[in-house]
């Protein structure tokens, strides 16, 4: 498998901040990668270094064979969206859409038509005048048209309203079956991205805690219910991530389970079901995990 970045023994300190503490993984070519974590995991930061917008205090990255930084020929075949993009005082989205081809080589102009009228983006008002939501819609819409082999998302929908956002997720996914490009999609909304996503890296403190293919990872749980007496016979000993009940019901999320585990809780008459990538996800990201971790 080709890998599309490079990152090893990765270190970013601010004074005595450590943002990005010696990480190390890869993202392979043509997939969508999600890059998630709290607040002020590094998850910015990281892609900062990764697009050459800042310096790694240690550490190595490559991208497509070569390091970022102030590298035209890595640097026009990658994308930044972030949800604090600026631009010109005076700019209207029209001139965005019309300098944007300059910077990227795949850039479809009908492409862009069609999501200027998917948004409803007026082309002509001045930015400074353009809603929270309308101003994310440029960035996306820059995103998704760039075609670039790489493109980063970071945070790109901010104030962007729940249908908005699902035009982005279907265009993303159609566009990329057509033409395929790894994309790094970094968001808070787990549960909205949970099925675009081929692969799931979770930083934390600075720290890389998840690098694992999203179906394996979403197997690492699964939610037990039914009559409590028969939940609870059937976990026993298991390390239990959240366990919720009404009545003589029980609701019981445990670690991974096999496949005899869980043909064992079919006979008891439990019913299985996947536990949703957020929930993993917080599990794993708050502060008094450590068993389940230890035990995937
Ligand atoms: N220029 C800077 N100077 C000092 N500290 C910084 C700087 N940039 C980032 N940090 C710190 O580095 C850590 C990582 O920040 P970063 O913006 O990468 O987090 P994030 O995962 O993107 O967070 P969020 O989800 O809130 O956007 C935070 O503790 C932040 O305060």
Redesign the pocket.
């Known amino acids: 498998m080709t890998s599309t970045i490079e990152v090893n023994n990765l270190t970013k300190r ?2 005595k ?1 450590i ?1 990005v503490n010696d990480v190390s993984f890869s993202v392979a070519e043509n997939k969508i990668y999600g890059l998630l ?10 892609m900062q270094l990764l697009t050459g917008q800042d310096f790694a205090s240690e550490g190595t990255i490559s991208l497509f064979g070569q390091a970022p930084v102030e590298n035209a020929k890595v640097l026009q075949n990658t994308c930044f969206i972030k949800e604090s993009q600026r631009y010109p005082e005076d700019f209207r989205p029209k001139d965005v859409f019309t300098t944007a081809p300059w910077f990227f080589a795949n850039w479809d102009q009908k492409f862009a038509e069609r999501l200027v009228a998917d948004f409803r983006l007026p082309l002509d008002r001045r930015i400074k005048k353009l809603s929270r939501g309308q101003l994310s819609s440029i960035g996306v819409i820059v995103g998704l048209a760039s075609r670039a082999p790489l493109t980063f998302f ?2 790109p929908y901010l104030g962007l309203d729940a249908v908005a956002r699902h035009i982005f997720y279907d265009r993303l996914l159609e566009d990329y079956a057509n033409h395929p490009r790894t994309v790094v999609l ?1 968001t ?1 909304l787990i549960d909205e991205v949970s099925n675009l996503l081929e692969h799931v890296l979770v ?1 934390d403190e ?1 720290a890389m805690l998840i690098n694992e293919d999203a179906e394996t990872l979403r197997n690492r749980a699964t939610t037990v219910v039914g009559m409590k007496t028969a939940v609870d016979a059937f976990v026993g000993e298991r390390t239990v991530l959240q366990r919720d009940g009404i009545g003589g019901l029980s609701s019981v999320t445990v670690a991974g389970l096999n496949e005899s585990e869980r043909r064992e809780a079919t006979a008891a008459g439990l019913e299985l079901s996947p536990v949703s990538l957020q929930q993993l996800i917080i599990h794993l990201t708050s502060t008094e995990t450590t068993e389940f971790e230890a035990s995937a």
């Not at 974590?37 to 990281?46: D, F, Q, S, Y």
């Open positions: 601010f004074g901040v943002a974590g709290r607040n002020g995991a590094g998850k910015t930061t990281l970071d945070e970094s808070h930083i600075g």
